[in-house]
């Protein structure tokens, strides 16, 4: 009994105090996608190798557009492998709850 | 005013009462809508000394009856797809729906095929989205914050031009 006491002592609280004190991910945790819009070449290969296909790209006459809807992507980070200008980085971002589908959605346009 | 805006001004209004009641405590029901389980185990991580969510006052229930949150997971298979629909028929009103996972919210790695509906959202009318695949416990419980309103949802649709 009384060692059982002791080892409670020692160990402590440990629920985490998440939400009131932010958690970071451990490092190596793979979050939301980010793209960068200034280093992307519009090249279409992060489109073929999205496992669930959440990535889009479109051209139209004047500009190109590529997407990325967080809602279905798997954080697989094939994307970030295959891309050449390290256009598309995971981050450690995890709160990506959201209320409507279409804030889940992520858009980068280039004029031709 | 039109017709639309109307309903949408007592939809919002129906919302505010609906987190109003859900503030204080919640009653959640997990349905394994064909997910492949790597969901599940997070959720029974929700309710370990670690991340404790009882602490909230949310409570993991055993039946759609005593629930008033239904937390979805897996792309809807064909063979859940009824089970769903009695389920969410079963959980009294006022019922939120949450679609935990990247299956549940879009049907993610499995997609649509003729074996699963992909996404919850085309069976039932979904109130928060948790994409993760599988979400981090911490996830889970920011999205159920969210989703009862007591904590504020941190994205929004961005577009960039360049
Ligand atoms: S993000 Fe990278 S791989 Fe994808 S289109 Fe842009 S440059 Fe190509
Ligand atoms: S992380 Fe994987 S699923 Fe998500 S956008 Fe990149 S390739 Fe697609
Ligand atoms: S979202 Fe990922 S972890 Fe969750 S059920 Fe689907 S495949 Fe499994």
Known sequence: MLDILKKTLKTGCQTT???????????????????????????GECVKVCPPGVITIAEKSHEKTLALSYCGCIFCGRCEEVCQSDAVKLTQEYELASLAKEDLITIIRRKL | ?????????????????????YGRSLHIREVDA??????EVEVNSLSNPIYDIERFGLHIVASPRHADMLLVTGPVTRNMELALLK????TPAPKLVAAMGSCACNGGIFGDTYASMGGVDKIIPVDVYIPGCPPRPQAVIFGLMVAIGKLEQKISKTEVKS
Not at chain 2, 1 to 21: A, P, S, Y
Not at chain 2, 34 to 39: L, R
């Open chain 1, 17 to 43: 105090k998440y939400p009131d004190v932010p958690d970071v991910a451990p490092e190596g945790f793979r979050g939301m996608p980010q793209l960068l819009s200034d280093k992307c070449t519009f090249c």
């Open chain 2, 34 to 39: 064909g997910s492949c389980n790597a969901c």
């Open chain 2, 87 to 90: 389920t969410y028929n079963a």
């Open chain 2, 1 to 21: 005013m039109t017709v639309e805006d109307e309903i949408e001004i007592m939809g919002q209004r129906l919302n505010d009462k609906i987190r109003k009641i």
